[in-house]
């Protein structure tokens, strides 16, 4: 059989999954689950991994699965990750999909991720005897702040076998369904949480001269931050500060003794980022010393930037170009949000890439973490044969074709 051909096969083989994958999709749409409460989620995939004949393992970092899959000769190993957390929101769509447990959402979409890995899965048990090398399965719990990468790695996720690439993916909400982005280096940036707390001095609205306006210090501190990233930051380099949340104050003509900010920073250079801290904790002291109160930050990473091995880049866009076309494929895309994919890359080289989920004309293409987030679902199809075809590749070796 020659190269093409398989490649053909593979991809027809994941469009004959379809109906199944979006079968799964839905049921898991359908029952969300909160990060490291994804029981119901993670037994189902464990059930489906043992039925295929891999050896299973649950309660890793929690609620995440491993399953391996051993192909007929020794190998490399290629880990393949997929979350599987919902995120705390109330869904407003109306589909009959919709999701059953109130306040809770796939808004990110990692019930595609968790329905692709499935797919794959079988797609991969049934060519096992083609495979020079161990696929190993991870369905993690928690990404969505909750560390559930770390917890797997605690768990001992890249020992036993220990992976030589490891590859995910994620639907993209910012692209049209089927377009395929796999960028060399930083492809999501690092996520930093801060908590500003401010102490003024409270006291009647109408007498300002005999309090210190706890207000006035966050607005200012707010205003003087945007400098940081305007002003402090080479402009070569990428990075964003965010204030989301201010917090101060309990009636119209009371001056507030205290403020309490949060925000975010966002970046993907660590010598940026410790510029930026040092920036804005200076920031936050001396405006508040300026105008009489004292302030405090606290700054705690999250993850750390998402970086590519170039190899691993190049080798995902030619095999996404084999099965797509190179009009479908860019390696020219980023951006500011974050994943802790980036644990894995940052002690196992790979790829993690982004496949466009968006149809307009279908009315899905709401962002991500919006309640009426949505996906084209012919990007289940997609998803598997890009990914299965990597795998194929990469396990299959060469020698196999033509
Ligand atoms: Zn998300
Ligand atoms: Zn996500």
Known sequence: MNQQSEIYNLKSEASALQAQLVLWRRDFHRHPEWGFQEFRTSSIVARHLSSLGMEVQTGVGKTGVIGLLEGSQPGPVVMLRFDMDALPIQEANQTDYVSQTPGVMHACGHDAHTAIGMGIAQLMAQHRDELKGTLKFVFQPGEEGCGGALAMIKDRVLEDPKPEIALGLHVWNDQRVGLVAAGSGGVMAAADIF????????????????????????????????????????????????????????????????????????????????????????????????????????VKAISPATINDDRAAQFVREIAIEVLGAERVTADQFTMTAEDMSEFLNRVPGCFFFIGSANAEKGLNAAHHNPHFDIDEEVLPLGVAVLATAVWRYLGGKTTTN
Request: include cysteine; charged fraction near 15%; glycine fraction near 10%.
């Open 195 to 298: 908590t500003i707390k401010v102490q003024g001095k409270g006291g009647h609205g109408a007498q300002p001269h005999l309090c210190i306006d706890a207000v006035l210090i966050a607005s200012q501190i707010v205003v003087a931050l945007q400098s940081v990233v305007a002003r402090n930051v080479n402009p070569r380099q990428t990075a964003v500060v965010t204030v989301g949340t201010i917090h101060s104050g309990t009636a119209f003509n009371i001056i507030a003794d205290t403020a309490e900010l949060t925000g975010t920073i966002r970046t993907f250079d660590a010598l940026v980022r410790e510029d930026i801290v040092r920036r804005i904790t200076d920031i936050v002291e001396n405006t508040a010393r300026a105008l009489g109160g004292g302030a405090t930050i606290e």
